[in-house]
């Protein structure tokens, strides 16, 4: 059973729109959200963190935010660029007492178009 | 190097054969996780090391896989009697230690035929 869901596969937006990605969770132990960013043919590179004690983190272009009761997070990417086109992967952590035990999502694929 | 490495890119093996694959982590890194990527589906934990140990090897799906790091700097992914079904992408990751980001690997193919 997952217990990180992202329920869209693919995501199409225009150059210079607001691009959302969803991520749904399930084991209320996570206290700790990350998004992987992730090309073909190279690895996942981390993008952005959360606590669980905040419901808000922006980094430039990017934020993510949280919402514990609904269990479900989201990263806002604006505004969008090509450069932006790769699969997204949400991850969580259940802290620590799983120390580095990182669970991922699906994916969604992000594709922006000029 | 700048960043983790893993050896062979690609890997083609016949069902039943052995299979070795290498992880070098970013320099001082004390911490390298394994992980197995399906098609469609993100990064599947398999096991982590602190330092030369095992210290959770929960994701290993069965004795057929093991893993080493014997000198707790690269580790090498073994994985016995292959199967179709361990065809995947196997990333590598490290970070500077517990609870750090962690840094992947553009992982190995494996193709199991």
């Known amino acids: 059973d997952q217990q990180v869901k992202q329920n869209s596969p693919s995501l199409s937006v225009q150059e210079g729109r607001i691009s959302i990605l969803n991520c749904d969770y399930t084991n209320s132990m996570f206290d700790y959200f990350l998004w992987y960013k992730k090309y073909p043919a190279e690895g996942p590179t981390f993008l952005i963190s959360i606590s669980s004690i905040k419901d808000k983190n922006e980094d430039g272009r990017f934020t993510v935010f949280l919402n514990k009761s609904a269990k479900h997070l989201s990263l806002h990417i604006v505004p969008s660029q090509p450069g932006d086109s790769a699969v997204y992967f949400c991850?969580?952590?259940?802290?620590?007492?799983?120390?580095?035990?990182?669970?991922f999502g699906p994916g969604t694929s992000l594709s922006v178009i000029p | 190097g700048a960043g983790v490495s893993q050896t062979p890119s690609n890997k083609v093996t016949e069902k039943g054969k052995y299979v070795e694959l290498r992880c070098d982590p970013i320099s001082g890194h004390t911490a390298l996780y394994w992980y197995r990527q399906s098609l469609g589906q993100g990064p599947e934990f398999l096991i982590y090391?602190?330092?030369?140990?095992?210290?959770?090897d929960s994701g290993l799906p069965n004795d057929r896989f093991f893993a080493v790091r014997p000198e707790g700097s690269v580790s090498t992914l073994k994985i016995q009697r292959t199967e179709r079904g361990d065809s995947a992408v196997y990333l590598c990751?490290?970070?500077?230690?517990?609870?750090?980001?962690?840094?992947f690997g553009p992982g190995t193919r494996l193709l199991v035929l």
């Open positions: 991850a969580a952590r259940a802290g620590e007492t799983s120390y580095d035990k990182v669970i």
């Open positions: 990751a490290s970070s500077p230690g517990q609870g750090e980001t962690q840094y």
């Open positions: 090391f602190q330092g030369t140990g095992a210290a959770d």
